[in-house]
């Protein structure tokens, strides 16, 4: 069963905003930290951004200053903010858990799309 | 940031063969390596952590090994679900970083 759930991935033109969702229960998040990795299509993994208990997140050096993450406790959902999309962010993206930081819960991905 | 080499990168096997993954890193892990499956069209999955360790679910015939900066996952006898993509993650330090996968198919 799936047990993040992401949301709001689409088609962007370059230099535009989207938002990511990944609503995840509670019981999941709890002392973990939540993680978002991305693949290019036919492509590998690569590590985009955490966002740790305590409020404090850290971004791949590709989407620093572009990249943020909020949180709305009341929802128990995350959500990443991205900004100055490129044509190289196309990707699936990733909500995922981390546990000492290897992932042992995915969301089933979200597609973003960037047109130039 | 740490490299991850994985070797092959693509392999062809048969039901029931025997298929080792290499992966390689730049520096010492500390035993800080994941495994994931990825079949096409879905997420990954985590296959072993800790170099070794089988997630609770994960067939024994996965099996992980290693040290310092060599890496392998073996699995024993392969089976028409184990079809599909290896990657290998180091979590030794940020940037978290993936070897670039190791795809296994039919022969």
């Known amino acids: 069963e799936v047990q993040l759930l992401e949301s709001g991935g689409g088609l962007v033109q370059r230099g535009g905003s989207l938002r990511l969702s990944c609503a995840a229960p509670?019981?999941?998040?709890?002392?973990?930290?939540i993680h978002w990795v991305r693949q290019a299509p036919g492509k590998g993994l690569e590590w985009v951004a955490v966002?740790?208990?305590?409020?404090?997140?850290d971004f791949a050096d590709s989407v620093k200053g572009r990249f943020t993450i909020q949180r709305d406790s009341s929802e128990n959902t995350l959500y990443l903010q991205m900004e100055d999309l490129r044509a190289d962010d196309t990707a699936m993206y990733y909500c995922?858990?981390?546990?000492?930081?290897?992932?042992?819960?995915w969301g089933q991905g979200s597609l973003v799309s960037v047109s130039s | 940031a740490i490299r991850m080499t994985q070797s092959p990168s693509s392999l062809s096997a048969s039901t029931g063969d025997r298929v080792t993954i290499t992966c390689r890193a730049t520096q010492d892990l500390k035993f800080r390596l994941a495994w994931y499956q990825q079949s096409p069209g879905k997420a990954p999955k985590l296959l072993i952590y800790a170099t070794s360790s089988l997630p609770s679910g994960v067939p024994s015939r996965f099996s992980g090994s290693g040290s310092g900066t060599d890496f392998s996952l073996t699995i024993s006898r392969l089976q028409s679900e184990d079809f599909g993509t290896y990657f290998c993650?180091?979590?030794?330090?940020?940037?978290?970083?993936f070897g670039g996968g190791t795809r296994v198919d039919m022969k």
């Open positions: 509670d019981f999941i998040v709890r002392g973990n930290y």
């Open positions: 993650q180091q979590y030794y330090s940020n940037p978290l970083t």
């Open positions: 966002f740790y208990g305590d409020g404090g997140t």
């Open positions: 995922a858990r981390g546990v000492l930081n290897y992932f042992d819960l």
